[in-house]
């Protein structure tokens, strides 16, 4: 008899502690951020060059990454990188010059980041699910917006322990959640657990029946390597659309938003729970790009960066501790924009580019995140040491969102693969 229960559902529950447990090292540096500056006395733009650093390592590996899942499997993979990830992670305890967190947080931690992050985990959710391909991104990803809203938590650690017994904790828990969880229930494919994507059960015609007209592009039928997919436009055009998005405006919302907060005059827990509502507007956000598998892909990316821009541009009006709440409406929204987009994003290059490279294509997609990703954070720090203030940093922000929107537009993902076909697709993802 065959079982209702899809296992691909528990692929996508490990992911989703993998995103919540593994992005909390990188989504709380805005609460460490103002703590090193204080601590020793160092000026914003290199302090913030260690997260910058960080997202340009993790960017390079991205690619071996994600090959290194096509060809070894995430059982062999994953492991190493969260080892990896939390002994820099737990070893930022005992550094004390900024060379000690470029090397450990930013070249180390950010490594082993990036063997267990998006990267590597699209392309596994990915084998699994074609039919519901953005619902399964959007839920696994909810661990990300969980990441964003363990910021209360570790400002909390930071403020009982210490920095130092912070950054040792979270580095000994990473280690010990993640690791037994991915050697005993990870699975690279549908075929190890003796079922097809979605778990759909074969389909057979009735006698006499004809069988329903389907709708091919030329994309379709092109069998995607990685030499292939950077010789077209609409490679670059996403490329540089994801270092707009996913570098520059997440990253420097993710990197600089506490701060922001305690420059309007927010004590240092509150405006980590001001931030926290980013965290909960992704999270809300993840679960919405479902609507990508039945309206079109562009249609909640394009909504997604405009409302995000919006929300973003009321932090111009956050100037003292009496508008928390529009602080705490400006990450929700801002959050909830970006959360539709990202994961709709993602799900795009699933759509247009999969196959056999599609864990490297995604790989060098991923530098163009960390080129805007790297440069961002540093350069808003380095705004704000010579202006005093976070306007222009909040301007490039909302520039970056509509830039992004555009490039989206401008690749039209509804022509090269109308999400109706891939709700008529054959298990194994072609028409």
Known sequence: MRSRFFYGWVIVAIAFIMMAVGYTQRSTFAVFYPVLVEEFGWDRGNTALIFSISIIVYGLAAPVAGRLVDRLGPRVVFPF???????????CSVATQQWHFYVLYGVVAAVGLSMVGSTPLNALIANWFVRKRALAFGIYSTGFGVSLLASP???????????????????????????????????????????VPDGDAPRTAAPGATAPRRVETTWMRTEWTVRRAVRTRQFWLLFVAD??????????????????????????????????????????????????????????IIPGCLLAAAA????????????????????????????????????????LFQGRDYGAILGLMTFGFSIGGAFSPWFAGWLHDVTGSYSVAVALVVSALLVGAALVALVGPHRLRPVRVLASTTPGGRV
Request: charged content about 10%; overall charge positive.
């Open 312 to 351: 973003t541009a009321l932090l111009f009006l956050v100037d003292s501790p009496s508008r928390l709440w529009l602080g705490c409406v400006s990450m929700f929204f801002c959050g909830l924009g970006m959360g539709a987009m990202v994961t709709t994003f993602f799900a795009t290059i699933a759509d």
């Open 153 to 195: 938590l570790i400002q909390s650690l930071i403020t009982g322990l210490g920095r130092q017994r912070a950054y040792l904790t979270m580095g000994i828990a990473t280690a010990a959640i993640v690791v037994p969880l991915v050697l005993i229930f990870m699975r690279r494919s549908p075929g190890e657990k003796g079922t």
């Open 81 to 91: 990188g969260v080892c990896l990830m939390s002994s820099g992670i737990a070893l």
């Open 243 to 300: 270092m707009c998005l996913m570098g520059v405006a997440q990253q420097t919302v993710i990197a600089h938003s506490v701060y922001l907060f305690r420059d309007s005059g927010f004590g240092a827990q509150t405006a980590a729970n001001a931030f926290s509502f980013y965290g909960v507007g992704i999270t809300i956000g993840y679960l919405c790009a479902n609507l990508s598998d039945r309206i079109g892909r562009e249609r909640v």
